[in-house]
């Protein structure tokens, strides 16, 4: 089992940054590859990035060049470094894990969600 742990939400104004974390315990081991998804209210959940766990990384066409992810393999921790935010990013972004090796991952594992709240 693997046990995911999201960090770093909050409200931030338009074109303001923030970077979320994701802590992974357990079976880490296992774990090949990483994803952030989000969604906003009323909509379904969406793929955002991922990372594999040798490095290769993948992102959604809306936020390519404003997102990036990330990851310490040897803290088991993931990232999302989010630039020129806009209220179309408003959502709970969630971290995904699994053992399959592809950045568009919808693994087994996820966490809790952090919400992300951008004004305008």
């Known amino acids: 089992q693997v046990q995911l742990v999201e960090s770093g939400g909050g409200l931030v104004q338009s074109g303001g940054s923030l970077k979320l974390s994701c802590a992974a315990s357990?079976?880490?081991?296992?774990?090949?590859?990483m994803a952030w998804y989000r969604q906003a209210p009323g909509k379904e959940r969406e793929w955002v990035a991922g990372?594999?766990?040798?490095?290769?990384?993948n992102y959604l066409a809306s936020v390519r060049g404003r997102f990036t992810i990330s990851r310490d393999n040897g803290k088991n921790t993931m990232y999302l470094q989010m630039n020129s935010l806009t209220p179309e990013d408003t959502a709970v972004y969630y971290c995904?894990?699994?053992?399959?090796?592809?950045?568009?991952?919808?693994?087994?594992?996820w966490g809790q969600g952090t919400q992300v709240t951008v004004s305008s």
């Open positions: 995904n894990a699994g053992t399959a090796w592809a950045t568009t991952i919808r693994g087994k594992y």
């Open positions: 357990g079976s880490t081991d296992s774990i090949s590859a």
């Open positions: 990372i594999t766990r040798g490095g290769s990384t």
